[in-house]
């Protein structure tokens, strides 16, 4: 069974661009989760998806940050327009339902300058 | 908030040492516990859990136990080896979200 895949893998940009991130979760799995883990630090979480609907999007800064989950697959997390702070490794997971395993892609290394 | 605490790193051993990362938690009921493993240059994997007080998880020769008195959840393992290297980090995740909260991490060099 493929895993969780993200792209790109490694991304740099300077402040105040824009930039996209893009998550194809394991097939069949309902839930989705976008994580940021900034250098140091555990991951944490700034969205949740059940299907195409958001469950929680409490810690995303949404000023700047939006996401979407269209037909209940791939999901895309943008930012626009990007802060230093934003440097990070942003991490998409999946599972089958809520509650059961998370399972991680590689991860996306963002740079801003 | 809900949140957990871990032993900074990193904590360096010589391969067959006995290995313990302290984890405790704070929550406002009963979580579920994990323990999740990042290998160089690759995604975060669980490695073990528990979802009630005194449940035991064990997986690849690492152990934890959730011990609710003292909200606690340390990792060990009897001998380590150079492919143990690594960051270890514990986790909770309360049935009324799901979402996990994770804790700073640990970085394990086991030396051989």
């Known amino acids: 069974e493929a895993g969780v895949a993200q792209s790109p893998r490694y991304k740099i940009i300077e402040k105040r661009q824009s930039v996209a991130f893009w998550c194809n979760p394991i097939?069949?799995?309902?839930?989705l989760y976008w994580y940021q883990q900034i250098l140091g630090q555990g991951p944490k979480l700034l969205i949740q998806?059940?299907?195409?609907?958001?469950?929680?999007d409490s810690q995303l800064p949404k000023d700047r940050f939006s996401a979407e989950r269209l037909k209940g697959v791939d999901s895309t997390l943008k930012i626009q327009p990007a802060k230093l702070e934003d440097s990070a490794v942003y991490l998409c997971?999946?599972?089958?339902?809520?509650?059961?395993?998370?399972?991680f892609g590689p991860g996306t290394r963002l740079t801003v300058t | 908030g809900d949140s957990v605490t871990q032993m900074e790193g990193p904590v360096t051993l010589s391969e067959e040492a006995f290995l313990t990362i302290n984890c405790t938690y704070t929550?406002?009921?009963?979580?579920?516990l994990f323990w999740y493993v990042q290998y160089p240059g690759e995604g975060l994997q669980l490695l073990l859990k528990?979802?009630?007080?005194?449940d035991k998880g064990s997986n690849k020769g690492f152990e934890a136990t959730y011990r609710k008195e003292t909200t606690s959840f340390h990792l060990e393992k009897g001998s380590v080896q150079v492919s143990d290297s690594a960051v270890y980090f514990c986790?909770?995740?309360?049935?009324?979200?799901?979402?996990?909260?994770f804790g700073s991490g640990t970085r394990l060099l086991v030396r051989p």
């Open positions: 997971a999946s599972s089958r339902d809520r509650g059961r395993e998370q399972y």
């Open positions: 097939s069949g799995h309902a839930t």
């Open positions: 998806f059940q299907n195409n609907g958001v469950v929680d």
């Open positions: 929550a406002t009921g009963y979580p579920s």
């Open positions: 528990a979802t009630k007080a005194d």
């Open positions: 986790a909770l995740s309360m049935d009324s979200s799901y979402k996990l909260i």
